[in-house]
């Protein structure tokens, strides 16, 4: 129980000196986060990027109070140290972890109860672009939206982290998945990782194209009329992201008349207890698709830390399809 002996007093992690673009971001040292009674203390091997990171580098997504102020809301790497009353991690354990900050760093704390074993057949650093898409898809998509089989769905940002695995979560079930893209290329790559539509936003109206009975949605005000034009009768809109603003009218005859719904949801607010639950899920229902080939990891490409505003700005530009890891410790 506790920390180590031999472990160092300072660690490494990104600081930001103010909010601003990827030049803010420094690799620099700060003490060692000391896990709280519950938690288990994880040397970082890996992170992904989110575009979450992107607005808390901005200074437009504050952490939780309480939590670290380091950016980063996954990781994988192994087990440091173990916290007062936690059981089932011992010290060593290969781990990655859903975060509600600190993943940009050699050392995290984290509850245990949002830790969860590598999947069968993913290496370590792979594993660290899981938990943040994972949980998102599962809680949203499965937990909230309950898609069944034989339903549509329509994933907007069909190439992104989430879309990447969503498409796959979707067809996993026997479902019928149907995404937006930026380009006619990635629109493409989203086919041929086995969504049926894919559809070029800047080319095509999605509303005239296809309906559907749950929509996952990263766009939030932008398409709100549009995505309720999409569904179809008892559809779900699961709202999970704002880019395209927040403010829009929304017109509840229209809502009514289809007997549909629309849920905003946000992963990192919610207690400890709920994310656990849902990383619970992960693990008894997407960690074996994973291990039968269903699905998989989207890694675009596979960074150090010390690129981060590299990869901030890759993210930023559009051009990346799936996830960006950065490798700290591995």
């Not at 490494?12 to 003490?31: C, K, L, N, Q």
């Not at 792979?126 to 769905?153: D, H, K, Q, Y």
């Not at 493409?188 to 070029?200: K, P």
Request: glycine fraction near 12%; hydrophobic fraction near 45%.
């Amino acid at each position: 129980m506790g920390r180590p002996r031999d472990t160092v007093v300072h660690m490494r992690a990104i600081t930001i000196s103010e909010p601003g673009g990827p030049e803010v971001m420094r690799w620099t040292e700060v003490p060692d986060p000391e896990p709280a009674a519950g938690e288990v203390l994880v040397r970082v091997a890996a992170t992904a990027v989110n575009r979450a990171d992107l607005l808390q580098r901005k200074g437009f997504y504050p952490p939780p109070p309480g939590t670290s102020e380091v950016i980063g809301l996954e990781c994988s790497g192994t087990v440091a140290a173990v916290g007062e009353g936690v059981t089932g991690w011992r010290v060593g354990d290969a781990v990655c972890a859903l975060l509600a900050g600190g993943g940009y760093a050699e050392l995290v704390a984290v509850p245990a109860p949002q830790l969860m074993p590598i999947p069968e057949g993913i290496e370590l650093v792979t594993a660290a672009g899981l938990p943040e898409v994972s949980c998102t898809v599962w809680s949203n998509v499965m937990r909230t939206a309950r898609l069944t089989a034989g339903e549509t769905l329509l994933v907007h940002g069909g190439a992104s982290g989430i879309g990447t695995h969503a498409i796959q979560i979707g067809k996993a079930i026997g479902a019928r998945v149907a995404i937006t893209a930026g380009s006619t290329e990635r629109a493409i790559q989203c086919g041929e990782l086995g969504a049926d539509v894919a559809l070029n936003y800047r080319e095509v109206e999605f509303e005239k194209e296809v309906t559907a009975d749950v929509i996952l949605d990263n766009m939030g005000a932008k398409y709100l009329a549009r995505n309720v034009e999409a569904l179809n009768r008892g559809g779900r809109l699961v709202v999970i992201g704002m880019q395209g603003g927040v403010k829009a009218e929304l017109n509840l005859g229209a809502l009514l008349a289809k007997n549909a719904s629309v849920t905003a949801t946000s992963l990192r607010y919610r207690p400890v207890a709920e994310k656990g639950e849902i990383c619970a899920d992960v693990v008894a229902n997407v960690w074996p698709l994973i291990a039968e080939g269903k699905v998989r990891p989207v890694v675009h490409e596979v960074l150090p830390i010390e690129r981060v505003g590299d990869a901030h700005r890759m993210l930023d530009e559009g051009g990346v399809f799936g996830k960006l890891v950065l490798t700290v410790g591995a």
